[in-house]
């Protein structure tokens, strides 16, 4: 099947740099020692808080550039614009949650920035649908079934976890549970399409997305279940799955770039 560019996208596909992979479980690498190494500073703008945030702008400057490449697209430009939107509301969300600890000087949890951090979920699950539903126009009872089935098992972890221990805050439970469920949803219409291109020319950039998605729900849900308990710090490794997360993504929107 071809979308408007006149390009077929279900061709043989090809193959990743895994030197570019290795180059990303390097930057992982230093990037946790860094934050292990550098002084946990209350109130102070780490340089690793500045790294973190350039990883997800640049994701949204990649987005914006697949996007603007087929901006004639039947379903790539839309798709794109959707995925750009989403790492642009997370990039605001960081930034004002470190506005709020460096220069109000206030607990950024709860705040004004979760807005923008769950307004990235119902942008990612757009940009997924589009493509899949152009690409697939039927799906299966028992791919809707494990397509639901991911997100319910997903939350029911969230609480099962947080429900097995003492001490928790059934406040940060609820409030964090529309960010699970949402970002699990997200990670499941990924999977889905990684299925419907696995034999494709985007295979490997459906697989790229799977994988980077993955790790930002699995981020999420540590990161809330952390916070029901008061647990999350700065050097916690659940910053490392959102560190790579969109750097990983932006590896799937350069193969998109040069493949089609």
């Known amino acids: 099947m071809s979308d408007s560019t006149g390009q077929n996208t279900m061709e043989p596909k090809k193959g990743l740099n895994y030197k570019v992979l290795l180059l990303i479980a390097a930057l992982a690498v230093i990037y946790q020692t860094f934050n292990y190494m550098l002084p946990e500073t209350e109130g102070e703008l780490s340089p690793i808080d500045i790294v973190f945030t350039m990883s997800i702008v640049t994701c949204a400057i990649a987005s914006f550039i697949v996007s603007k490449r087929y901006d004639h697209s039947a379903v790539f430009g839309q798709a794109y614009l959707a995925l750009g939107i989403a790492f642009t509301a997370y990039a605001i969300g960081d930034i004002i949650y470190n506005f709020q600890t460096t220069v109000l000087k206030i607990d950024p949890y709860p705040s004004i920035a979760d807005i923008f951090f769950f307004a990235q979920y119902p942008f990612i699950i757009f940009h997924l649908i589009r493509n899949i539903k152009f690409f ?6 028992v791919t809707i079934i494990w397509l639901a089935a991911i997100p319910v098992v997903l939350v029911l972890l969230y609480s099962y976890f947080t429900f ?19 970002s699990a949803t997200s990670l499941s219409f990924a999977v889905l399409g990684m299925q419907v291109f ?62 089609i």
């Open 164 to 182: 097995q221990q003492e001490g928790y805050s059934l406040f940060d439970y609820y409030y964090g549970l529309p960010f699970v469920a949402a």
């Open 136 to 141: 697939r126009r039927k799906i299966s009872k």
């Open 198 to 259: 696995r034999q494709s020319l985007l295979a490997n950039v459906w697989s790229l997305l799977a994988v980077g998605i993955f790790l930002n729900t699995l981020g999420d849900m540590n990161y809330y279940y952390l916070e029901i308990f008061g647990l999350y710090t700065r050097t916690h490794f659940v910053n490392v799955l959102w560190f790579v997360a969109p750097l990983i993504i932006t590896y799937s929107l350069y193969r998109h770039y040069k493949i």
